[in-house]
């Protein structure tokens, strides 16, 4: 256990849909990374926010955002969700930018 | 561009006995970190083990060893004494520098899936 939870565990949306993803970080850990997986590959960086801003993201389009919360937390968006946004979203989060990650078990996304 | 690959999808070996899984890694950086990350069918990644680009030493964490080959950009994992809790996907990653700085982007491989046979 990483202390790093997720919700939805699962869920199942539509083409053209918009979805939100939850990360509660570890207690005192104020950096949260977002990570794609598509099936039978390997994780890949979405963004990093660090104190309540982004400050690093991946090679993802816009549509993909996210917020962190004064309290740590964050949110994934996607917006006019795609067939191939269907995966498992992992969210981990750090004590700095640089620390050590600790991952959540995921939520899988799949879109119809 | 960093680039982390491992070319073994998939891994068979007895209960008890040593398995090493592959990866090797490319970068023009002088400064990197290399990970090994368990995912069982749950999702969640579990931290292994960790080989600064600087260490010296080969890193180890109980049953689980890095062998670390600079030269040769390799980055091995060696599980010993498997068990069949072992079975699950393995990821070699590495850590992104910018401007010499650290971050906390990790570059994954595809990954091993090991199962270990009773």
């Known amino acids: 256990e990483t202390g790093v939870t997720q919700s939805p565990t699962h869920l199942i949306k539509t083409r053209g849909q918009q979805v939100t993803l939850r990360c509660s970080s570890q207690s005192g850990h104020n950096t949260v990374s977002w990570y794609q997986q598509a099936l039978g590959q390997g994780p890949q960086f979405i963004f990093q926010y660090y104190r309540e801003e982004e400050n690093g993201r991946g090679n993802f389009p816009p549509r993909f955002s996210g917020l962190q919360f004064p309290n740590y937390s964050s949110e994934l968006n996607v917006n006019a969700l795609e067939l191939d946004d269907s995966a498992l979203y992992l969210c981990?989060?750090?004590?700095?930018?640089?620390?050590?990650?600790?991952f959540g078990e995921g939520s899988r996304l799949t879109v119809l | 561009a960093q680039k982390i690959t491992q070319t073994q999808p998939g891994m068979f070996v007895q209960e008890k006995e040593a398995v090493t899984l592959d990866c090797t890694y490319d970068?023009?950086?002088?400064?990197?970190?290399l990970f090994w990350y368990k995912q069982p069918s749950s999702g969640e990644m579990i931290f292994l083990i960790y080989q600064g680009s600087y260490d010296e030493q080969n890193a180890t964490e109980g049953r689980y060893s890095l062998n670390f080959q600079k030269a040769r950009k390799s980055a091995n994992l060696v599980i010993s004494a498997s068990q069949l809790g072992d079975s699950a996907m393995y990821f070699c990653a590495m850590r992104e520098y910018v401007r010499g700085g650290a971050t906390n982007k990790l570059i994954f491989g595809t990954g091993t899936l090991l199962a270990v046979q009773p």
């Open positions: 970068t023009s950086d002088q400064s990197y970190g």
């Open positions: 981990a989060s750090s004590l700095s930018a640089t620390g050590e990650l600790f």
